[in-house]
């Protein structure tokens, strides 16, 4: 690795923190969900973590409220 | 201020309405009883001009209704069966907004809306309408049909999906909204009615099957039957050797079922005489259906 | 004036605090970011891959990375993103029909001109934000490491995506106003992006489709007078944008007609 990619790491390592914490404080802040259960929810966010799991939590799992 | 002439109304092939008329006189609170599936919701749609109409004509403050946008609006509130609102605003942002698009001028708004707000006593309530229970979403549907002092106040069933201490606290709300504006309301509990309306229509098969005032209703009102609790088991065995009518419900309850009032009577006055102090006397709620059976045979 | 405004400020309300607007923000910095760092992994790779392919024997010349790798990579993207668009929007219209939110709305007065008005410019605008923040990302990191300057018509290239997705948008709402569920409105919305994909097989009528922004990428580097028609070109991609133009006011104008209508 070279450090001339640092640049690209560091926001990229932030925003998918970011992304993550946001969706994982969403499931464990509601109790109910469109489809699915809190354990399914969180399977998913972090396995998909790069962006398709928060996308699917937020298009299929999020309650309207 | 409000009339239905001859107005008729089919989903498919099922009628719906047929040739319905009524007439609401200002001022008063109209209770629009019928079974579920009589027409109650489809017939408060039509007037708010949410459906449209097949034949007839519906008049609000002798103006047309009309499908779609209808300017009849501008002068009503209405409560829906299950009101839903947006979640994720408070109370006082979801009036504002409700103010705002009902065209309410700055200066009262704030005002109106504190007011309202304690009326139904959500004033203090500053969490989003998302946790919110059945009883307070139905509290903030009447707040939002009662802003801009609409002249004409419609509910759906505002009663029905409560417990008895939630039915009475809206029941009064209602009460107190009536000095103010006129009010048609629907339900399928005879007693909501006896407290509060002044005009009854009752809806049966997609026809009025009955309008007139409360009393002349209630003069319609079957006699039906009554029990009588006794304090304990050997006052219920001496009272039925006394007086051998009815039957035992358990241990401490001999009902009555299709007696008149003046055997209540003769059973009041010979509970006296023997001074057998029972824990209750009650005469039975008439239900719905027997007052429809009574209403319709005549 | 003032139900409209107050019912763009309820919407906004709800991008904000549904969470909506973070996720995408969060996503299309995601997907800015993602094309300059590929292009620069791309090196990488190769050597990686030439190593293996020269114990086998083959040898592969060493790849130069310019501005216009990573651009290629942002095009591809494109079609992730319009994915996010639809996904997220998909339920604008029919989320307030199935728990009818809007009857209060109506029976207050607010007009369904209005409602579809307010709801189509927060996406529109929503989309504006999303895109061209990933753009500016992208042009940022590529300014930075390459040069710019040796891509062609970028802004029209960039351009023809983003109006690929307001004809998106538009679908949406149009399909919004016949349907009852999300579910059903994001379906439709692929449906009519798919048969479009296929209709653009045929090659007389390619040229009109508004899928055929989706090549929007061909345009940045120069290409020849003698290329094929089946390269996008600056001359051949006008009619493709005109009438995707056209299609959004038809969309429109279908939505509002059907809206109008619509039983609640």
Same mark, same amino acid.
């Given at each position: 690795?070279?450090t001339?990619?640092?640049?690209?790491l560091?926001p990229?390592v932030?925003?998918?923190?970011?992304?993550?914490a946001?969706?994982?404080?969403?499931?464990?802040?509601?109790?109910?969900?469109?489809?699915?259960?809190?354990?399914?929810w969180?399977?998913?966010?972090?396995?998909?973590?790069?962006?398709?799991?928060?996308?699917?939590y937020?298009?299929?799992?999020k309650?309207?409220? | 201020?409000?009339t239905l002439?001859?107005?008729?109304?089919?989903?498919?092939?099922?009628?719906?309405?047929?040739?319905?008329?009524?007439h609401?006189?200002?001022?008063?609170?109209y209770?629009?009883?019928?079974?579920?599936?009589a027409?109650?919701t489809?017939?408060?749609?039509?007037i708010?001009?949410l459906?449209?109409?097949?034949?007839?004509?519906?008049?609000v403050q %002798?103006?047309?209704?009309t499908y779609?946008?209808t300017?009849?609006?501008?002068y009503?509130?209405?409560?829906?069966?299950?009101?839903?609102?947006?979640?994720?605003?408070?109370?006082?942002?979801?009036?504002?907004?409700?103010?705002? *698009?009902?065209?309410?001028?700055?200066?009262?708004? !704030?005002? &109106? *809306?504190?007011?309202?707000?304690?009326l139904?006593g959500?004033?203090?309530?500053?969490k989003?309408?998302?946790?919110?229970?059945?009883?307070?979403k139905q509290?903030?549907?009447?707040a &939002?049909?009662?802003l801009g002092?609409?002249?004409?106040?419609i509910?759906d069933?505002?009663t029905?999906?409560?417990?008895p201490?939630?039915? !009475?606290?809206?029941?009064?709300?209602?009460?107190?909204?009536? !000095?103010?504006?006129t009010?048609?309301?629907s339900?399928?509990?005879? #007693?909501?009615?006896e407290?509060i309306?002044?005009e009854?229509?009752?809806?049966?098969?997609?026809?009025?099957?009955?309008s007139g005032?409360?009393?002349?209703?209630l003069? %319609?009102?079957?006699?039906?039957g009554?029990? *009588?609790?006794? &304090?304990?088991?050997?006052d219920?065995?001496?009272?039925h050797?006394?007086y051998?009518?009815?039957?035992?419900?358990?241990?401490t309850?001999?009902?009555?079922?299709? #007696?008149?009032?003046?055997?209540?009577?003769?059973?009041l006055?010979?509970l006296?005489t023997h001074s057998?102090?029972?824990?209750?006397?009650? &005469?039975w709620?008439?239900?719905l259906?027997?007052?429809?059976?009574?209403?319709?045979?005549? | 004036?003032?139900p409209?405004?107050?019912?763009?400020?309820k919407?906004?309300?709800?991008?904000?605090r549904?969470?909506?607007?973070t996720?995408?923000l969060?996503l299309?910095?995601?997907?800015?970011?993602?094309?300059?760092?590929?292009?620069?992994?791309?090196p990488?790779?190769?050597?990686?891959l030439a190593e293996t392919m020269?114990? /086998?024997g083959?040898t592969?010349? /060493?790849?130069e990375?310019t501005?216009l790798?990573?651009?290629? /990579?942002?095009?591809?993207n494109?079609?992730?993103?319009?994915?996010v668009? +639809?996904?997220m929007?998909?339920?604008?219209?029919?989320?307030e029909?199935q728990?009818?939110t809007?009857?209060?709305?109506?029976t207050?007065?607010?007009?369904?001109?209005n +409602?579809?008005?307010?709801?189509?410019?927060?996406t529109?605008?929503v989309?504006?934000?999303?895109?061209?923040?990933c753009f500016?990302i992208t042009y940022?990191?590529?300014a930075?490491?390459?040069d710019?300057?040796i891509?062609?018509?970028?802004?029209?290239s960039?351009?023809?995506l983003?109006?690929l997705?307001i004809w998106?948008?538009t679908?949406i709402?149009?399909?919004s106003?016949l349907?009852?569920?999300?579910?059903? +409105?994001?379906?439709?919305?692929?449906?009519?992006?798919?048969a479009?994909?296929?209709?653009?097989?045929?090659?007389?009528?390619?040229k009109?489709?508004p899928?055929?922004?989706?090549?929007a990428?061909?345009?940045?580097?120069k290409?020849?007078?003698?290329a094929?028609s089946? +390269?996008?070109?600056?001359d051949?991609?006008?009619?493709?944008?005109?009438?995707?133009l056209?299609l959004c006011?038809?969309?429109?104008?279908?939505?509002?007609l059907?809206?109008? /209508?619509?039983?609640?």
């Amino acid at each position: 690795m070279n450090t001339e990619l640092l640049p690209f790491l560091i926001p990229l390592v932030f925003a998918q923190m970011a992304l993550l914490a946001f969706s994982l404080h969403h499931i464990l802040t509601h109790k109910t969900y469109r489809r699915g259960t809190r354990t399914l929810w969180v399977i998913i966010v972090i396995v998909g973590m790069q962006f398709i799991g928060p996308i699917l939590y937020f298009t299929l799992g999020k309650e309207d409220d | 201020m409000l009339t239905l002439k001859h107005v008729s109304k089919h989903f498919g092939s099922h009628e719906i309405i047929k040739d319905l008329s009524l007439h609401v006189k200002e001022h008063t609170i109209y209770g629009f009883l019928g079974q579920n599936g009589a027409g109650k919701t489809t017939t408060m749609k039509m007037i708010l001009g949410l459906y449209p109409v097949d034949s007839g004509e519906i008049l609000v403050q %002798d103006t047309p209704v009309t499908y779609g946008e209808t300017k009849t609006n501008h002068y009503i509130g209405y409560l829906p069966d299950v009101p839903e609102f947006y979640g994720f605003m408070t109370p006082t942002e979801y009036l504002t907004l409700c103010a705002d *698009i009902a065209g309410l001028l700055d200066t009262d708004k !704030k005002s &109106q *809306i504190s007011e309202i707000l304690e009326l139904v006593g959500l004033i203090d309530t500053n969490k989003r309408i998302h946790g919110f229970s059945r009883g307070m979403k139905q509290r903030l549907g009447i707040a &939002q049909a009662l802003l801009g002092t609409p002249k004409l106040l419609i509910c759906d069933e505002p009663t029905s999906a409560l417990d008895p201490v939630g039915r !009475k606290e809206i029941l009064d709300i209602l009460h107190t909204a009536k !000095k103010k504006t006129t009010i048609i309301f629907s339900t399928h509990i005879l #007693s909501d009615v006896e407290r509060i309306c002044d005009e009854i229509g009752i809806l049966h098969n997609g026809r009025l099957a009955h309008s007139g005032t409360k009393e002349e209703l209630l003069e %319609d009102r079957p006699d039906n039957g009554f029990f *009588i609790e006794f &304090q304990t088991p050997s006052d219920l065995e001496k009272f039925h050797t006394i007086y051998p009518e009815g039957t035992r419900s358990d241990i401490t309850t001999l009902q009555y079922p299709d #007696s008149k009032n003046a055997d209540m009577l003769t059973a009041l006055s010979l509970l006296s005489t023997h001074s057998i102090v029972p824990k209750r006397v009650e &005469q039975w709620e008439p239900t719905l259906e027997s007052l429809f059976m009574e209403v319709i045979e005549k | 004036m003032k139900p409209l405004t107050a019912f763009i400020k309820k919407e906004w309300m709800e991008m904000f605090r549904n969470g909506k607007l973070t996720i995408l923000l969060i996503l299309f910095i995601l997907f800015g970011i993602m094309s300059p760092a590929l292009a620069k992994l791309t090196p990488a790779l190769y050597e990686m891959l030439a190593e293996t392919m020269k114990e /086998q024997g083959i040898t592969i010349s /060493q790849m130069e990375v310019t501005a216009l790798t990573s651009w290629m /990579q942002y095009f591809k993207n494109a079609f992730m993103e319009l994915i996010v668009l +639809v996904c997220m929007f998909s339920g604008i219209l029919t989320n307030e029909y199935q728990k009818g939110t809007l009857i209060p709305m109506y029976t207050r007065g607010l007009s369904r001109s209005n +409602v579809l008005f307010a709801k189509f410019l927060t996406t529109v605008i929503v989309w504006t934000l999303c895109y061209y923040l990933c753009f500016g990302i992208t042009y940022a990191y590529n300014a930075y490491f390459w040069d710019n300057s040796i891509v062609y018509n970028l802004s029209l290239s960039v351009f023809c995506l983003y109006l690929l997705g307001i004809w998106l948008i538009t679908i949406i709402f149009a399909v919004s106003a016949l349907l009852s569920s999300g579910a059903a +409105v994001m379906l439709a919305t692929g449906g009519i992006f798919a048969a479009l994909y296929f209709m653009s097989l045929i090659p007389k009528i390619s040229k009109y489709l508004p899928v055929r922004l989706l090549n929007a990428g061909e345009l940045v580097t120069k290409t020849s007078s003698a290329a094929t028609s089946s +390269v996008l070109t600056v001359d051949t991609c006008y009619p493709a944008i005109a009438v995707t133009l056209i299609l959004c006011l038809f969309n429109y104008i279908i939505a509002y007609l059907f809206l109008r /209508q619509k039983k609640l």
